[in-house]
T-cell receptor, first 114, second 113 residues
Framework: AQSVSQHNHHVILSEAASLELGCNYSYGGTVNLFWYVQYPGQHLQLLLKYFSGDPLVKGIKGFEAEFIKSKFSFNLRKPSVQWSDTAEYFCAVNMRNAGNMLTFGGGTRLMVKP | EAQVTQNPRYLITVTGKKLTVTCSQNMNHEYMSWYRQDPGLGLRQIYYSMNVEVTDKGDVPEGYKVSRKEKRNFPLILESPSPNQTSLYFC????????????FGPGTRLTVL
């Protein structure tokens, strides 16, 4: 079965540190890739998405992600985090031709210390 | 304002007492889904619907029912809730093409005693 893995469950950083959150999926076909953010007590919001073209995708709030097809990865990055980035981050993959399901990773809880 | 609404936002109930969580979207979206969110497991899809009267099982459909009689509404029904259905539930919708973003509702926190 298709799956999405986020290897870091909890990450603690100081403000201005750089961030990279890993996301890997298992599916050999064409994929659409997403990163969602969930701030405390709120619903999920889209950070960025990849469908085709340039594998380096820029999203909101200074986030970016790079799709590396050979590694089945879509890691999220931010050069300098802020306290307001404290949230839970979810990678999600829509595996085309495998139904219309959006499969989520287990989430990474990020805490940024001021 | 484009949005997905869910009701109730919080619910505490007892084992076996049937309940319905409503979901409504005002974006004329074809696709709607229900997810449950549990710590360490991310979001898992319960059911989804590609259009009116078209529904299909997701990853964890056991113990749940859905219906899609109108395009805007996609209620989630728990005929006989059990404690292992205590969770945070999200409804989501998106347009027809795969490139469309999914919009999520605010969530319903359900506790089954």
């Amino acid at each position: 079965a298709q799956s999405v893995s986020q290897h870091n469950h909890h990450v603690i950083l100081s403000e201005a540190a750089s961030l990279e959150l890993g996301c890997n999926y298992s599916y050999g076909g064409t994929v659409n890739l997403f990163w969602y953010v969930q701030y405390p007590g709120q619903h999920l919001q889209l950070l960025l998405k990849y469908f085709s073209g340039d594998p380096l995708v820029k999203g909101i709030k200074g986030f970016e992600a790079e799709f590396i097809k050979s590694k089945f990865s879509f890691n999220l990055r931010k050069p300098s985090v802020q306290w307001s980035d404290t949230a839970e981050y979810f990678c999600a993959v829509n595996m085309r031709n495998a139904g219309n399901m959006l499969t989520f990773g287990g989430g990474t809880r990020l805490m940024v210390k001021p | 304002e484009a949005q997905v609404t869910q009701n109730p936002r919080y619910l505490i109930t007892v084992t076996g007492k049937k309940l319905t969580v409503t979901c409504s979207q005002n974006m004329n979206h074809e696709y709607m889904s229900w997810y449950r969110q549990d710590p360490g497991l991310g979001l898992r899809q319960i059911y989804y619907s590609m259009n009116v009267e078209v529904t299909d099982k997701g990853d964890v459909p056991e113990g749940y029912k859905v219906s899609r009689k109108e395009k805007r509404n996609f209620p989630l029904i728990l005929e006989s809730p059990s404690p292992n259905q205590t969770s945070l539930y999200f409804c989501a919708s998106r347009g027809q093409t795969h490139s469309n973003e999914q919009f999520f509702g605010p969530g319903t926190r359900l506790t089954v005693l």
